[in-house]
């Protein structure tokens, strides 16, 4: 007999649906499964096997074979056992195919027939919608997220015997009801208020989370710089649906939502260690996941101690800052992984640390130096937006018992310019500064001729590039944003130019 159900996998960051075809026949006892299968798929026919038989149904001795389409794609997840499992007992009788009418099937089995959580399930349920199935049944741990797609029936069963006493129409479960919304709602951010001094790199990181613009922090060890950066999230704007929906998506294929929660709320902050690989940071194996530049997606990514990192990891860098997006590709397939993050970058001005220091007395050879700065292509500084220096802070300025602003009313100053960003950009489908291109630039930011003129003298003086030249104009943007000005003036390109200064002052000494 023949059979047919829906089950899915993922492909890249998207669900894909999966049809599931058994066939038995007559011939000796055999269970394959065809259809560009992964080990892990392959595998469940043991799961299948066992689960069925000790779930009380019986399992069939003949030619049993397995087929999953379309047959050019490779199927990875886990949670094909489940489909598989319930076309067996269609094909063998001990179901009717018509009790199986628009449902999706996705979970592990274990060999005592329980179901088993699998990642994923978020892009698997927004396909099923997508191919208009309305019913999807998977493990109660996955139940919450299934719902996040939105219009479909999510049905949590505990056991492979449920499904099939709920197919049969003999106990038919409730659809799941969606009980919680966002992901870590109450988690306490760390607050700028607890930064003592440091105005000018509080002022750049308003800029940078206003626009979602790059930053470099440089500065002796100790001075604060990832005390700042770790603060970063508490002065960035709530996500949108669509923008939680897009980074659950991600963190639901890295395996890395909990059970029985919906999408998260909080914006990522990612701080990868700088012995990450180039696969780990962009993303990749034999199957391509995502990298901290995915999973950084609609937040920020940290990098600490930016010299130490590969120079073939930093190198990789210049595709997701540019474009938003980064492309791993494969024999058989190629997958877009989103990647527009904000990257925020601390470093020291040597090897030892007290390069223009004020207190300590540098260490380090001009050799040293030379070559620990060479480690950062221009190319790549070319990318980042502020340069800040981040001084050692004298003792009177760690004393003082004067109470610094808090996150909370950086962030109304921030969501204020972001709210303007997007009254003007969003027609065309972008929500901040950063996201400009050079045609955006030209249409919509209006420089006084004054500031044309300082802006024209700083780009002959400094030999910048059409990069950075944009890039000092977004960040103009931003400031006068932040001030409500309709006009860029000479007090914005001057700031704006102050910090990409700092920039060519890095790439010269590095020369």
């Not at 007559?26 to 069925?52: C, H, K, Q």
Request: with cysteine; aromatic share 6%.
């Amino acid at each position: 007999m023949f059979a047919q159900i829906y089950g899915s996998t993922t492909l890249g960051i998207n669900g894909i649906l999966i049809t599931v075809e058994v066939d038995i026949s007559n011939g000796l006892p055999s269970f394959d499964i065809v259809g560009l299968a992964d080990a892990s798929v392959r595998e469940s026919r043991e799961r299948v096997r066992a689960a069925i038989k000790n779930s009380g149904f019986e399992f069939p001795t003949r030619k049993i074979t397995v087929n999953l389409a379309p047959a050019d794609i490779k199927k990875i997840s886990s949670g094909l056992d489940l489909p598989i499992a319930i076309g067996i007992l269609v094909a063998s009788g001990q179901l009717r195919e018509e009790d199986l009418a628009d449902y999706v099937f996705a979970a592990e089995l274990s060999l005592e027939g329980r179901l088993r959580q699998i990642t994923g399930i978020l892009p698997m349920s927004i396909a099923c919608k997508e191919n208009q199935i309305t019913k999807m049944i998977v493990a109660p741990e996955n139940a919450q997220e299934a719902l996040w797609a939105g219009s479909i029936e999510v049905y949590a069963m505990s056991d492979l015997k449920q499904v099939v006493e709920h197919l049969r129409r003999e106990n038919i479960a409730d659809p799941v009801i969606k009980d919680k919304k966002i992901l870590n709602e109450n988690f306490v951010l760390e607050d700028f208020k607890d930064v003592q001094g440091q105005i000018v790199a509080k002022r750049a990181l308003e800029i940078a989370a206003a626009g979602r613009h790059n930053v470099l922090m440089t500065g002796p060890p100790g001075s604060g710089k990832t005390m700042l950066a770790r603060r970063m999230p508490s002065i960035l704007p709530e996500m949108f649906e669509e923008e939680a929906l897009e980074v659950t998506k991600i963190y639901s294929i890295a395996g890395l939502l909990r059970p029985n929660e919906g999408l998260i709320g909080q914006r990522p902050f990612r701080n990868p260690h700088h012995t990450i690989s180039d696969a780990g940071m962009i993303g990749g194996g034999r199957i391509p996941r995502p990298g901290e530049v995915t999973l950084s997606h609609n937040g920020v990514l940290f990098l600490d101690e930016l010299p130490e990192f590969p120079r073939i990891v930093l190198e990789s860098l210049r595709q997701p800052l540019e474009d938003g997006q980064v492309t791993v590709s494969r024999v058989n397939a190629s997958f877009c992984f989103p990647s527009r993050f904000m990257l925020i970058a601390a470093m020291n001005p040597c090897l030892c640390g007290r390069q223009n220091d004020g207190t300590n007395t540098c260490t380090c050879t001009p050799v040293e130096i030379k070559k620990y700065n060479k480690k950062i292509s221009g190319p790549l500084l070319d990318r980042i937006d502020l340069n800040i220096f981040v001084p050692r802070l004298e003792y009177k300025e760690i004393a003082n018992a004067s109470q610094e602003e808090s996150s909370s009313d950086i962030k109304k100053r921030v969501e204020a310019a972001r709210k303007i960003q997007q009254d003007r950009l969003h027609k065309w489908g972008i929500l901040c500064n950063g996201q400009m291109t050079h045609k955006h630039i030209k249409e919509l930011c209006n420089l006084t001729s004054d500031a044309q003129n300082l802006l024209e003298m700083a780009f002959n003086k400094m030999n910048l590039s059409a990069r950075a030249y944009d890039r000092i104009i977004k960040v103009a943007q931003t400031i006068a944003d932040l001030e409500n000005s309709k006009d860029i003036g000479t007090a914005h390109i001057a700031e704006a130019i102050q910090f990409r200064n700092d920039i060519k002052s890095s790439s010269i000494r590095t020369t």
